[in-house]
């Protein structure tokens, strides 16, 4: 099993705080489905102030770079999800060019 550790801050607005965690209390099935299909087993969103942390546990042979861009064409409900999520995000000032949800590096594991 693999495993990813991302991060992205929501806009600083309690509204927008509110309408994220609302969506993602109701995620939408044809988006849960098309995570599993690429090999995402788990996948955990956690939030302090308005710094989200995200951890994935992958399948194996799951690969980052084709399985989730591979993701947003399997139901159009995917993109649509994703371009929605974006309304709600802002990158990490660490976050490189090409990225949304900045991937972290693993200092420590037990």
Known sequence: MKDYAQTVNLQDDPEVIRQY???HANVWPEVL???KEVGIIDMKIYRLGRRLFMFMQTKDDFDFNVDMPRYLTLHPRCQEWEDLMGTFQEKVPEAQP???WAIMNKVFEF
């Open 98 to 100: 090409y990225e949304k």
């Open 33 to 35: 489905s098309a995570l």
């Open 21 to 23: 965690e609302e969506y």
